[in-house]
């Protein structure tokens, strides 16, 4: 028999310091963008206007920010995750340059923890992931810590290494790449007349609106992405899984609740930062994903009048419409209806002060 | 509770006279060509065919005019019909230049009727909604009319103001954007050797072919326009709503008849006018869609000796062939069959006239 | 009532000599590989990244293979298979020229042999398919033969004229558009450290990886190849055919079996031939689909270093893992699961030699 086949790496194999780069590198396209608009139904300005985005500093419209996460999560499936057995979260996620149609994304991962579980099986191995153009500039970076099997239960446990990971992303390390001039901001066509100086920290948004999954859309989208994880696309073997069917990406109810949270933070016009996720349950085509924000946090950007950061907690939930914002209960358990528990940032125009 | 998500207007908000310009504009790109025709096997030659489109004086194959009406469409939907209870009719519409990939489409639309339901909950609206790209020249307008829920039943009914429609658009008022030298249309290519010269008043073709649609088709084609009606979505409310499924966006309807029309129109190369249309019935997932076509009459363009304008009814079924024609009963009922009834006008080339 | 809908030809329609010329042509564009990636999740590089086609000697990177012969091959269906019975096979399949976004395909057959069947109902068509660029240079070229219905049993038989086909497409007529500079080639970009030095004859490869085919999966693939044979589409008319559902395009499993091949054969950078194929069972939607491989002869290309070929079979099936490579029985029937049996041949970069 031959042994061309890959099998993925098990908790043994991951040394931490070593890097990994990832196969294949992927040339972007408007074809993505435009399977990711009717994927998700994302019309957030700048990448869905050309005109848009010239407004606020680029040459042509971009990509969506999750479809550039989601390509750099796909490449590292091969080698980071294919004997995942649980995806435990997510930190330090920063969005770098804008990712355009004929950028080429190539990602790589270096180990930065691991820790062997207690029952001798499996371990926590924690990544850092990074995806560049062509350029080597960054598109996107994250950690993310993943619970892998060991090869053979009886090798030795490594020295464990837990990586020190901060709450949010520094507001210094924040990459904001559009610029918008003084009034040039057209709030009206970008959908709401809600800038930055109108959300107040604690406010909770029911976004409304809501979108029930299909098996083919949650396929065409990681498949788009290149992402190979078998328990999305196999229902022969999924039918004597754990949950008798195919599992939704993660990453597929994060654009979902991105692009329904459009409906209340139309003027969220790009993602800076993940600050920390957590997908509390399985999603499952059928279900239907409602979803509400709350304002954690806003942050002025030194030295810029022109936009600012707002930090936010995004919560999906399914069957479940948000009009209550469902989260946890009094011991800190999610309601059983949320999938998705997401903190992350994103820049929005500033009002323009009066003239000096 | 936070006012930042959008609910729609109420019949009250409905002012004649007043424009609203819609929010996203979008640039439209060949990916969105490719997923149309993924989507309805499109295959009409001057969008399939860069070198075709400039055997009729392009420079380079458009979008698809359904596609173009239904991006203009998607654009009016938060402002114009999320509390549409019905969609009423459309009549007026007409296509402009091109639709080209790289250009930015945004949408407006003007309020030129209301007339208040005899019940006190509703009322009329009618809107002519305009289109236009990056050049401000109009791609696809067209008025609708859509029954609105009010406010509030108390408030007082606004004056009536109904406006005049035209049966059909008057020839002078159409777009048409291709030229074809004689003797240089490849009807070979095209598909069909039959030119506007063969198709005689009252001619009724049966277009043979079907399709049926699948959930996440409907849902993919509908977010791609940035159509966000909730009904086409939702099917956990759907499921306690009046037909305890998704409704298949209308337009969906429009485009497979269209496309499954090229068998027996393949040289109706482009709409230049929808006059008028109907949709009989709603659509679900699973239905089956037939088409047939009847010539309602036949105009020559004033000066012009290479293409003409051909005024067709296509009527889509569901779960029915098309052998028999079906359409209305002798009281004018639709046949239950029946899912669109749509007037509108192609333009065909000529057969070349002998030399003088 | 009309004649103007194409109802295909038949038998007797077919003279050995003819050239029939195919509607419409077809423009591809990025949008079209982006619908192929999330279609099948392809990731082999040279279509996946830029940077890597140019590397291997292209201006900028190509569509996958397959989606070239799905393009020429949806364009004779209106004209070849419309009335067919049974595809019953492939030869002398080869891939020219690389089709980028922007090219236009335009495809013709020729008629190269006819045989009626004993019963007198149908018959055996022969035909060679091309499909040409717009600078008339060939993309992809095959033989199929089909049984196609008689129009009239009592018409006469023609004289038959079977052509002769060979086993395999000889190396002297391999078109290998891509040259690899020596040591130029990333294998770790690539997926696999496995070059064509590697691969013994004889050796089978369980691809392991699969995926389960939806109703909208294979209807969008199909719409977007413009192939318009019934059978795919219509589940009103198929629900009373002789499976009760629609069959899924065979093609379809050629581009699964395909994507899936890449765990174990990263390096089979291009299709270069199709030898034989035959489709051994009809797949439906909900059918998960795996592959396993053999190489069945390695061969060298004169005066070439850089690249040599690997013939292949590649063998899909249904709902069965490939770990004991299931194929025939012993009187030669194929096991139930098979779907596809595949001869076809690929090049991949050998292993630089020492330097002289």
């Known amino acids: 028999m031959s042994s061309k086949t890959r099998h993925g790496y098990c ?70 995750s294919l004997n995942a057995v649980a995806n435990l979260g997510y930190a330090s996620g920063r969005f770098g340059v804008p990712l355009h149609g004929g950028d080429t994304v190539t990602a790589s991962s270096q180990v930065i ?9 499996t371990g926590i191995v924690w990544v850092r992931s990074t995806g560049v153009n062509q350029r080597e500039e960054m598109v996107a970076e994250y950690v993310r810590w993943v619970m892998v099997r060991k090869r053979d239960a009886k090798s030795p446990a490594p020295v464990a290494v837990v990586p020190s990971l901060p709450d949010s992303v520094p507001v210094a390390e924040l990459v904001v790449p559009y610029q918008v001039a003084a009034d040039a901001y ?7 007349e809600h800038l930055w100086d109108d959300y107040a920290v604690g406010e909770r948004i029911d976004h409304v609106d809501a979108m029930t999954i299909e098996e083919a859309e949650h396929q065409l989208a990681t498949r788009l992405y290149q992402n190979t994880a078998r328990v999305h696309f196999n229902q022969h073997a999924e039918q004597h ?13 994060m654009s979902m609740a991105r692009a329904l949270s459009f ?24 279900d239907t994903v409602y979803a509400w924000s709350e304002v954690l946090s806003k942050i002025e950007l030194p030295g810029r009048r022109d936009l600012a950061v707002v930090q936010l907690r995004t919560v999906a939930t399914k069957d479940l419409a948000c009009t209550d914002f469902p989260h946890k209960d009094g011991a800190g358990n999610y309601h059983p209806a949320v999938l998705l528990d997401l903190d992350y940032s994103v820049v929005m125009p500033r009002r323009p002060s009066a003239a000096p």
């Open 11 to 80: 908790f043994e194999d991951f040394q931490v310091g070593a890097t990994l780069v990832h196969a294949t590198p992927r040339t972007v396209t408007d074809g993505d963008q435009a399977l990711y608009t009717a994927l998700f139904g994302s019309r957030f300005p700048v990448t869905s206007s050309a005109p848009f985005a010239r407004s606020v500093g680029l040459d042509r419209a971009p990509v969506d920010d999750l479809l550039a996460f989601h390509i750099v999560f796909g490449k590292t499936v091969p080698d980071i």
């Open 113 to 121: 923890g691991v820790k062997e579980n207690k029952d001798g099986t």
């Open 186 to 192: 057209d709030a009206r066509l970008a959908g709401s």
């Open 241 to 253: 899984g754990r949950f008798g069917r195919r599992i939704v990406y993660g990453g597929h109810i």
């Open 263 to 286: 409906n209340g933070l139309a003027n969220a016009m790009r993602i800076v930062a993940i600050n920390g996720g957590r997908h509390a349950n399985p999603a499952f085509a059928g």
